[in-house]
Nanobody, 123 residues
Framework: QVQLVESGGGLVQPGGSLRLSCAAS????????MGWFRQAPGKEREFLAA????????TYVDSVKGRFTISRDNAKNTVYLQMNSLKPEDTAVYYC????????????????WGQGTQVTVSS
């Protein structure tokens, strides 16, 4: 059974940091890219970053470059999203997902999704 399980969300003050984790299981992931998305209330789900398991090649949306870092631990089949300098507008449910299309920006190319983890940035 394919599973992507996110963890690490929570409440953080503006300017703070969080690290999200996504544990992947149930299939061989080497041919997949892993992405992080988020969805705020009333908004579309938006792409944040992606990484390939094999080469570690990364892609970021411009709005999070320099603040968010995606990484992976192949031995643990886990992908991370380190988020620094968090802002109230980063409040959303964060999802990880898997795509056979490298580091695709497009959510329609992602085949597997986690259940999401809530991140709230507030003082």
């Amino acid at each position: 059974q394919v599973q992507l399980v996110e963890s690490g969300g929570g409440l953080v003050q503006p300017g703070g940091s969080l690290r999200l984790s996504c544990a992947a299981s149930g299939r061989t992931w080497s041919r997949y890219g892993m992405g992080w998305f988020r969805q705020a209330p009333g908004k579309e789900r938006e792409f944040l970053a992606a990484i390939t398991w094999t080469t570690g090649r990364t892609t970021y949306v411009d709005s999070v470059k320099g603040r968010f870092t995606i990484s992976r631990d192949n031995a643990k089949n886990t992908v991370y999203l380190q988020m620094n300098s968090l802002k109230p507008e980063d409040t959303a449910v964060y999802y990880c997902a898997a795509t056979p299309s490298g580091t695709s920006y497009f959510k329609t190319t992602y085949e597997y999704w986690g259940q999401g983890t809530q991140v709230t940035v507030s003082s």
